[in-house]
């Protein structure tokens, strides 16, 4: 997958398990380095192809407080243009979108709820619903973190969705997206 992809000129940032052997070719100042991966079957597995490698931890993001080691290939070889400090940030950056699909489709529609819509415009309608209550929980939760100063992504998106719940179930009324 990885050479069908980097073949359609799109650069790739992919994780792979922190113990994976990623040989040493070149090591950069940023603390990444060039190796080389290979296909674990069919005809790729012949053809390694050179990535770079960036390892990083990330302290008290598990459950128990641990520390969470990671490992990033990319097909951006070039330390300088591309720091491997940067890298990482936006790697991170870019698994909070998952979130966001999570929150919507699993914790805040339902997990086995389906658009109940028998309309193309009744489903859109409902999509539109399912947006609007999402982006009415999270500016509640930016609130929220900016009168106890804290950063958003500290406050839980299933709390606050419980307590609207709540809010809406024994005082109606009070909440308003």
Known sequence: ????????GADLLWRVPANRVLPVTKQFRDGSWLSHIRA????????PVVVRVL????EGRTADGEIDDYRLVT???????????QLAALYRE??????VFAEIKTHQ?????????????????????H????????ELMLRTAATRGLDPD???FTETLRSARRSVTVTPGSFSP
């Open 1 to 8: 997958m990885w050479q069908a992809f980097a073949a359609t």
């Open 40 to 47: 674990s079957s069919g005809p790729a597995r012949d053809e």
């Open 55 to 58: 390892a990083y931890r990330l």
């Open 75 to 85: 097909t951006l070889l070039d330390a300088r243009r591309y720091p491997a400090r």
């Open 94 to 99: 870019r698994w909070e979108i998952e979130s």
């Open 109 to 129: 529609r339902g997990a086995r709820v389906v658009l109940s819509s028998k309309t193309p415009d009744g489903v859109h309608q409902q999509i539109w619903a």
């Open 131 to 138: 947006l609007l209550v999402h982006h009415a929980l999270r």
């Open 154 to 156: 500290r406050i839980s």
